[in-house]
């Protein structure tokens, strides 16, 4: 009985860490293909007042002069370590940034748990 309830809770785990892994290169590449650049949304109008050497150079400041799946793969090394990089709106690191927004992220979330809850239970009474 205990070796299937490992095999089941692996395989969930299994299929739960496929699941992370295939959104967060879904997301990674899609934000890639947009038409906005990333180094644009990092420095802003200063890039068009940049020289072509100085252009290169921030480029692989942020590493993204390499391919994309390169930049896929370092972030995900990094992400697997607690590092999730800098956000280039916000110039800081997007731990900070997730930090600073998990209060309301949490409060939203319980009310609108709450709610259903209560609207399940008021759904359930009247019938």
């Given at each position: 009985m205990k070796k299937h309830l490992w095999a089941y809770y692996?395989?969930?785990?299994?299929?739960?860490?496929?699941?992370v892994l295939?959104?967060?290169?879904?997301?990674?590449?899609?934000?890639?293909?947009?038409?906005?650049?990333?180094?644009l949304a990092y420095y802003g109008d200063r890039t068009e007042?940049?020289?072509?050497a100085e252009n290169d150079q921030a480029r692989a400041r942020l590493g993204l002069d390499q391919p994309v799946a390169v930049q896929y793969l370092r972030w995900l090394k990094g992400a697997l370590r607690g590092d999730f990089g800098i956000s280039y709106k916000?110039?800081?690191s997007v731990?900070?940034?997730i930090g600073k927004r998990m209060g309301n992220t949490l409060i939203l979330g319980g009310l609108g748990f709450?709610?259903?809850k209560f609207?399940?239970?008021v759904y359930k009474t009247v019938q």
């Open positions: 692996g395989r969930k785990l299994a299929v739960f860490a496929l699941s295939v959104l967060s290169a879904l997301v990674f590449f899609l934000s890639r293909m947009t038409p906005t650049d990333p180094l007042k940049m020289t072509a916000y110039k800081q731990t900070a940034v709450g709610f259903f609207s399940h239970l």
